[in-house]
């Protein structure tokens, strides 16, 4: 049948989408497929809505981003290189295991960097978090109310919906 994707080296609208939707499509499978990414998606939500709750400078809310879509793509290059193996190498070898071991690690190196750094930008506002969380509940109370909505359909649908086999 072949690769549909092949042989599309010109650049047009129709391309764009197309490569748009591709991109999108392997986050959808990304979040049935992989528990972990589901977890990431999550702290990652509610980071960054602490981060709006919060008085954070903008360039501190940029480098919580940052590190937020590092941890992301980690998590999503470590998938597509365990899945790439498995196509390639489908029995056992145990260098694919460390291989996988070693990708896995990136994500843990990642994650930890973006916990240190979040611990940097809120935790001295952790410590006296009714002080600091006071004002934007009352300047942006609808605010709250839909981020919250938002977060608990989040966390009930990364875990209610179950993780599928490809």
Avoid at 21 to 45: D, E, P, S
Avoid at 46 to 70: D, H, R
Avoid at 130 to 143: D, E, G, I, K, T
Wanted: charged letters at 10%.
């Amino acid at each position: 049948m072949g690769n549909p994707r092949a042989g599309r080296s010109q650049i047009s609208s129709e391309t764009l989408i197309t490569s748009f939707h591709y991109a999108w499509l392997g986050l959808r499978i990304c979040w049935l497929t992989q528990r972990n990414f589901r977890i990431h998606v999550c702290l990652a939500w509610g980071v960054l809505g602490l981060s709006c709750l919060l008085p954070v400078s903008t360039t501190k809310v940029l480098v919580i981003f940052l590190v937020v879509a590092l941890v992301l793509l980690a998590e999503l290059f470590n998938t597509a290189l365990e899945w790439l193996l498995d196509c390639l190498i489908p029995e056992y070898s145990p260098l694919v295991g460390h291989i996988k071991d070693v990708a896995a690690a990136g994500v843990l190196v990642t994650a930890l960097a973006a916990a240190v750094v979040g611990l940097g930008v809120f935790g001295p506002l952790l410590l006296d978090l009714p002080v600091h969380l006071r004002p934007s509940l009352a300047a942006y109370p609808w605010f709250v109310g839909v981020y919250g909505l938002a977060t608990l359909l989040l966390v009930v649908a990364s875990f209610l919906i179950p993780v599928q086999e490809l």
